[in-house]
C-alpha cells in the first residue's frame, strides 16, 4: 500500500489468485485503499485455470495493476499484458518481491513459452515494481503473558532496538510470531524435563 500512496495512485487493478496465501493480504490492501480512497476493482481466478481463462483480466480504466498470484500463473499474465500492449510507460505492474530470481524466464518444459518471447515480457515489466506485503502483529495488547512481558511491551522493545545506532536493522514482520514460537518450544522444552 505504501508505494500507491507514494506515487499518489487513485485507481488500481487487482489481479488475483484464489489462494490464502493471496485473498487474505488483498482484503488488508482492499481496506487501506478503501480509507485512502483509492478506487480498485478485483479480478479473481481459481488456482486450476489458466489466467488466459480470465475474460478482461485488464481493467480498461487502470494504469497500475497489483499481480498476487504464483510466478508460473504471473509469466501468463504478463505475456497477455503483451500482447494488449499494456506496458510501460502506460502502464506499470506490482509483483510479488518473494518470487524467485529471473520469475519472468519459465523453465524449458513450462507451457508459456509459446506465449511470447523473453523481450516482449521484459518489456511489460520494465519498470515494474516488486512489493513485499508487510504488516506487524497488529494484536498488540497491554495484557501481561507468560512470558511477563505484554505484547505492547515487545513492540516497543522490538521497534527501539532497530532503532538504535550506530546500525539500522529493517523490521522483521514475523519477529514476534518468532519471538512467541521460540518462548513456546523453550516453556515446552522445560516442562519435558520436569517429567523425565
Known amino acids: 500500500f505504501g ?3 507514494k506515487y499518489k495512485w487513485k485507481r488500481v487493478a487487482l489481479i488475483v489468485q484464489n489462494e490464502n496465501r493471496f485473498t ?28 488466459a481463462g480470465l475474460d478482461q483480466p485488464f481493467d480498461p480504466d487502470s494504469r497500475v495493476f497489483v499481480i498476487a498470484m504464483y510466478s508460473i500463473h504471473a509469466r501468463q499474465l504478463i505475456c497477455q499484458a503483451s500482447r494488449l500492449g499494456r506496458k510501460f510507460p502506460r502502464y506499470v505492474f506490482l509483483t510479488p518481491g518473494w518470487y524467485e530470481p529471473d520469475w519472468w524466464v519459465p523453465p524449458p518444459d513450462e507451457d508459456v513459452f509459446h506465449l511470447c518471447t523473453p523481450a516482449e515480457r521484459e ?19 497491554d495484557e501481561i503473558t507468560s512470558t511477563g512481558i505484554s505484547s ?30 521460540t518462548w513456546a518450544l523453550a516453556y515446552a522444552l522445560n516442562h519435558t524435563m520436569e517429567g523425565v
Do not use: G, T
Open 3 to 5: 508505494v500507491i500512496q
Open 24 to 51: 487474505v493480504p488483498m482484503v488488508k490492501l482492499k481496506e487501506l485503499l478503501s480509507e485512502a480512497d483509492v478506487e480498485y476493482v478485483e479480478s479473481v481466478f481459481e488456482s486450476q485455470e489458466s489466467i
Open 123 to 141: 518489456a511489460v515489466l520494465e519498470h515494474s515494481l516488486a512489493v513485499v506485503h508487510f504488516d506487524l502483529v497488529s494484536d498488540v495488547s
Open 152 to 181: 505492547a511491551n515487545f513492540s516497543q522493545m522490538y521497534q527501539q532496538h532497530l532503532a538504535k545506532p550506530p546500525l539500522y536493522f529493517p523490521p522483521f514482520e514475523l519477529a514476534q510470531h518468532c519471538y512467541d514460537a
